[in-house]
């Protein structure tokens, strides 16, 4: 879909890439992990609410990448390993292939985050068990994904930041809006 008035002289056409559940998704999913990371050992009752949200969101997006429109479909963008490392290797050398979607290491970051997250609240649920409960090995696996989370979403801005320069894009304003230019 063309957003650009056509004929307008420096004007580039814009596709929308994003639909609108994947934006709303992932904007939750900043808001609702923020809220779980800081409320966590703190105010239990909203941390616990705000878990199961979570799983909720994370449900949704799993059966979304494939039903969804092709390029919110986990087979459109998720690469083999291969292809991901040498992705990265070239954006080491500041040469990388633009993608319209995400690229190879967004895809791959994208799966790395939905499994420590399905991680973090499956020990998060485990810890409201009778099973579970007290179970120190539990905790510090849950405090340990939700670091890892951490460490994963840190890798995340640096790399949108580095194809934002690398291919001269502003990929926050695209996950805001939808649209990215066509070329």
Not at 39 to 65: K, Q
Not at 78 to 94: N, Q, S
Not at 102 to 128: D, E, Q, R, S
């Amino acid at each position: 879909m063309n957003t650009a008035a056509p004929g307008i002289a420096g004007e580039k056409a814009m596709v929308v890439v994003w639909d609108r559940f994947v934006r709303f998704f992932h904007w939750t999913l900043v808001a609702l992990f923020a809220i779980g990371y800081f409320t966590g050992g703190e105010v239990e009752s909203v941390h616990i609410v705000n878990g199961y949200a979570l799983v909720a969101l994370l449900i949704l997006r799993l059966l979304w990448g494939f039903v969804g429109p092709p390029t919110a479909r986990f087979g459109s963008f998720v690469k083999r390993p291969a292809e991901t490392l040498a992705y990265l290797r070239e954006v080491g050398r500041l040469r990388a292939r633009r993608y319209l979607g995400h690229n190879p290491a967004g895809a791959m970051m994208i799966l790395a985050l939905m499994g420590v997250l399905a991680g973090t609240v499956t020990t998060g649920i485990m810890m409201t068990t009778d099973a579970y409960w007290g179970a120190e090995w539990v905790e510090e696996a849950h405090e340990f994904l939700a670091n890892t989370a951490v460490g994963l979403i840190i890798l995340h801005v640096v790399g949108v930041l580095v194809a934002s320069f690398q291919h001269r894009e502003n990929l926050i304003a695209a996950m805001m809006t939808g649209c990215k230019r066509a070329d």
